[in-house]
C-alpha cells in the first residue's frame, strides 16, 4: 500500500520558510562574522605570545647563574611557563587547529624571527609550544594550551542559539498573524458549508484581505437571504397545497364511491403530503439551539419504534445494536430525521424475495463523533449509480418510482450530515442490498 504523503498545513509552511531564512540569514552573518573577526583576534594574541617571549628572553640574558635558574622557578610557579632548550631530535607535533595556528605561527614569525615555531607536542608532552632562540641557541617555551583555546572564542554558540530561539519565536508570531485571516476565513467557509451562518469576517484587515473578506461577507449575506426566500416559499407552497388536499381527503371520505377507490385515493393524497413534508425539510435552514447530549440508544428507538408500529410494519423486520452508554453532541431532532429517512429508504427499496425489508441499524463512537450504519438486504442498485443517489430528486428506474417519493430522503440526510461536519457513504455489501452510513462530528460547544 502506497503511503499518505503527510501534507503540512499553511501555518506550519509559513513558519518552517521563515524559520529557515531566518537562521540561513544568521548561519551566513556568524561565518562572516568569524571571518572578519578572526585576524585581529590572531594579532593580538600573537602580541601577547610575543611579549611573554620577549620578556622571558630578556629576562634569560640579563640574569646569570643562579639568577637564571631563579628566575625560570618563578616564571614556572607564577606563570606556568617552562623554558627548555631545544634539541635536533624533539619529536614535534603541530598545532592541530590550522584555521587558527597557522596565521597564528606566521605572525610570530614576523614578529619574533623565522626560526619560531609552534606546536601542539614536544617529545609526547602535549601545551602550548613557541620555539625561538637566545643568542642563537634554540629553546621551547612551554604554556598553558588554555591561553590558545581561550582565542576560540566559543561564547557564539550561546548567542547564536539565542538567535536562532528568538528567531524561531518571531516566525511563529508572524505565522499566527499572517494565517489567522486564513484561518478565520476556513472556518466561516466550513460553517457556510454546514449551512450555518458565519460570524462576519473584519474588513479593517489588511487591503487585499479586507476586500476578500468583504466579498465573503456579501456572499454570506446574499445565501443567507437566498436561504430564506427559499424556505418561505416552501413553506408557503407545502401550507397552500396541504389546505386543498384536507379538504379533498373529506371530500374524499364523503363521496359515494367504493371503499377500494377511496382507500387507493387516500393514499395518493399521503403520499403528496410526504413529498410535499420532504420538500419543505429539505429547505428547512440550519437549527440556531445549541447542541445537546443526545441518548443516541434512547432517540434510535423512539425513531424505530414508529415504523414497527405503523401501517407497514408487517413487512419491516429491524434488528437494531446500539450500545447503552453511545451519546453524541448535537441536534436531536436532526438525528431522528437522519435515522427515520435511512429507514425508510430501506423500508421502500430493500424490499427481498419473500417481500419482507430486512433492516439492519447500529451506531457506534468512532473518534470525536458518532458512526450510524442502515442496511437493507435488498436488491441493491448498480455500482456506476451510487453517487447520484444523494443528488436531489434522484430516482433510479420505474421500479423505484412506483414506490412514490421525491428523491430527496438521502439528500436531506447528506444534507444534515454536512451540516454535523460529517458526511454520507453509500457502499454494495458483498452478498446484496445497500448499506448506508453516516459520520456525525460532535458539535463545538
Known amino acids: 500500500m502506497q503511503a499518505t504523503p503527510v501534507r503540512l498545513s ?11 531564512v531566518v537562521v540561513a540569514s544568521l548561519l551566513a552573518w556568524l561565518q562572516l562574522f568569524r571571518a572578519a573577526e578572526l585576524q585581529p583576534r590572531v594579532e593580538r594574541f600573537a602580541w601577547e605570545i610575543a611579549s611573554i617571549v620577549n620578556l622571558t628572553r630578556a629576562g634569560l640574558l640579563s640574569a646569570t647563574g643562579t639568577a637564571r635558574i631563579d628566575l625560570l622557578g618563578a616564571l614556572a610557579r607564577n606563570e606556568g611557563i617552562q623554558v627548555l632548550p631545544a634539541e635536533p ?6 598545532w592541530p587547529d590550522a584555521r587558527f595556528g597557522a596565521p597564528f605561527e606566521a605572525k610570530l614569525r614576523e614578529l619574533l624571527g623565522p626560526e619560531t615555531r609552534v606546536a601542539a ?12 632562540e637566545i643568542d642563537d641557541d634554540p629553546y621551547w617555551m612551554l ?16 548567542w547564536i542559539g539565542i538567535a536562532v530561539a528568538l528567531a524561531t519565536a518571531g516566525a511563529l508570531l508572524i505565522s499566527r498573524v499572517v494565517n489567522r485571516p486564513l484561518a478565520d476565513l476556513a472556518k466561516a467557509f466550513e460553517r457556510l458549508a454546514r449551512g450555518e451562518a458565519p460570524v462576519p469576517l473584519r474588513e479593517d484587515a489588511a487591503t487585499e484581505l479586507a476586500a476578500v473578506n468583504r466579498r465573503f461577507n456579501r456572499m454570506a449575506a446574499d445565501l443567507a437571504a437566498l436561504e430564506q426566500d427559499r424556505a418561505e416559499a416552501l413553506a408557503g407552497i407545502s401550507h397552500d397545497i396541504r389546505t386543498p388536499l384536507t379538504r379533498l381527503r373529506m371530500e374524499i371520505e364523503m363521496s359515494p364511491v367504493d371503499t377500494a377507490t377511496r382507500d387507493s385515493m387516500a393514499d395518493e393524497i399521503d403520499r403528496i403530503d410526504a413529498i410535499v413534508r420532504q420538500f419543505g425539510e429539505f429547505a428547512q435552514p440550519a437549527s440556531a439551539r445549541p447542541p445537546e447530549r443526545v441518548d443516541v440508544a434512547l432517540a434510535l428507538r423512539s425513531v424505530l419504534d414508529g415504523f414497527r408500529n405503523g401501517p407497514d410494519s408487517d413487512g419491516l423486520a429491524l434488528v437494531e445494536t446500539v450500545p447503552p452508554e453511545a451519546t453524541w453532541l448535537g441536534a436531536p431532532t436532526a438525528l431522528e430525521r437522519i435515522v427515520a429517512n435511512l429507514v425508510e429508504n430501506a423500508r421502500r427499496y430493500g424490499v427481498g424475495p419473500d417481500g419482507v425489508a430486512r433492516v439492519e441499524v447500529d451506531a457506534r463512537r468512532v473518534g470525536r463523533g458518532l458512526e450510524l450504519r442502515v442496511r437493507d438486504h435488498g436488491p441493491g442498485v448498480p ?20 414506490h412514490g417519493g421525491s428523491g430527496l430522503g438521502l439528500a436531506i440526510v447528506a444534507r444534515l450530515a454536512r451540516r454535523h461536519a460529517g458526511e454520507l457513504v453509500l457502499e454494495l455489501p458483498p452478498d446484496g442490498g445497500l448499506l448506508a452510513r453516516v459520520r456525525l462530528a460532535d458539535a463545538t460547544v
Not at 499553511?10 to 529557515?20: G, M, Q, V
Not at 588554555?146 to 566559543?154: G, Y
Open 143 to 158: 604554556l598553558d594550551p588554555a591561553r590558545i583555546e581561550r582565542q576560540a572564542n566559543r561564547n557564539w554558540i550561546g
Open 89 to 94: 631530535t624533539d619529536r614535534v607535533a603541530a
Open 10 to 20: 499553511l501555518f506550519w509552511r509559513t513558519f518552517l520558510l521563515i524559520a529557515a
Open 383 to 402: 455500482a456506476d449509480q451510487l453517487d447520484r443517489l444523494t443528488r436531489p430528486f434522484t430516482r433510479l428506474d420505474t421500479e423505484r418510482n412506483r
Open 121 to 132: 607536542s614536544v617529545n609526547n608532552d602535549t601545551g602550548l609550544w613557541i620555539r625561538f
